[in-house]
């Protein structure tokens, strides 16, 4: 491969964001975005990551990412891209698929 593994981080919590009831939570979305961009990027190296906003790693940037998450009341889950917001609350996949297409990766079509 000629580019770049993408970073994606899924910021949530335990609790579901209060603005966000009926949807599923933090930890299933980051489940749920990881499976479906494995299948649409088989072979395609990424790291995806969830971090607790409550407990967030030792990780400089994550950490102060997760307070900043918390002191903006932004809804949670939120999903980066190499450090850039591309989902909140209720991320789409088309958004995702889009910003990673932005480094290069290509989908593979279903025969």
Not at 8 to 20: D, F, H, L, T
Not at 88 to 94: A, I, M, Q, T, V
């Amino acid at each position: 491969m000629l580019f770049k593994p993408v970073e994606i981080c899924v910021y949530g919590a335990e609790v579901i964001c209060p603005s966000c009831v009926n949807l599923p939570s933090s930890k299933e979305t980051y489940e749920w975005l990881e499976a479906a961009i494995k299948r649409k990027y088989p072979d395609q190296p990424f790291t995806i990551s969830y971090i607790d906003i409550f407990n967030p790693p030792e990780d400089e940037e994550k950490k102060a990412f997760a307070a900043k998450v918390i002191e903006e009341d932004l809804f949670y889950p939120v999903v980066l891209v190499e450090g850039t917001i591309v989902g909140e609350g209720n991320p789409k996949l088309k958004v995702i698929y889009e910003a990673m297409e932005k480094y290069g990766y290509k989908a593979v079509e279903k025969e």
